[in-house]
């Protein structure tokens, strides 16, 4: 859908060392459009980046976070649950997640990665290698999706790579999982 081209980046692609994360009113409206017109999984994953962004660069809480995000943008019970149980497990398995994504990306020192793409990658690498509810495929797809919603130019490939690898390690681990079927990833399917 080219309407996720056209979203704002919402100041994510600034220096992020220098910025507090601030929703002005033109960007509450344009996340909640996004939210709203996305699918039920898809709004607790751009949930879930919201709060985990905000949390890495302005250094709040992110379950504070994700509470105001949730009534900023009036979003469903549902979907501020499943980002509740994304961040949580995000936050629970940080050390873990993070020496997966050091190992997927070795070239790529953490703090030099953008905070955006690191914390779509944290998200996709909890959901492929410790949640382990989804299919691959579909965390995947959905990961190089916000990279292109909310990332630069450069997102959607390097997050694709490094999940590349990170779902060589899944395979590793549990080889049917990655057998995703393609109408799952189409459909988007996923618990």
């Given at each position: 859908m080219t309407r996720r081209r056209e979203a704002p980046a919402f100041g994510f692609?600034?220096?992020v060392e220098e910025?507090?994360?601030q929703l002005d009113e033109g960007d509450v409206d344009a996340l909640t459009e996004l939210v709203r017109c996305s699918s039920a999984q898809r709004r607790g994953r751009i949930l879930a980046l919201l709060a985990l962004f905000e949390a890495d660069t302005g250094h709040h809480d992110a379950r504070a976070a994700l509470g105001r995000l949730c009534n900023e943008l009036r979003a469903s019970n549902s979907a501020c649950a499943r980002a509740q149980r994304l961040v949580s497990g995000v936050l629970?398995?940080?050390e873990q997640v993070d020496a997966v994504l050091q190992r997927c990306a070795p070239t790529w020192p953490?703090?030099?990665v953008a905070a955006v793409d690191r914390n779509i990658l944290r998200l996709?690498?909890?959901e492929?290698?410790?949640a382990r509810q989804a299919p691959v495929a579909l965390a995947?797809?959905?990961a190089v999706e916000l990279a292109k919603v909310f990332g630069s130019d450069h997102s959607a490939r390097f997050v694709n790579g490094v999940l590349g690898a990170a779902a060589g390690l899944a395979e590793a681990r549990e080889p049917s999982r990655t057998q995703a079927t393609q109408s799952e990833v189409t459909r988007g399917d996923s618990v």
């Open positions: 692609d600034a220096e910025i507090e994360p629970a398995n940080s953490l703090p030099q996709a690498i909890y492929v290698l410790f995947v797809n959905e």
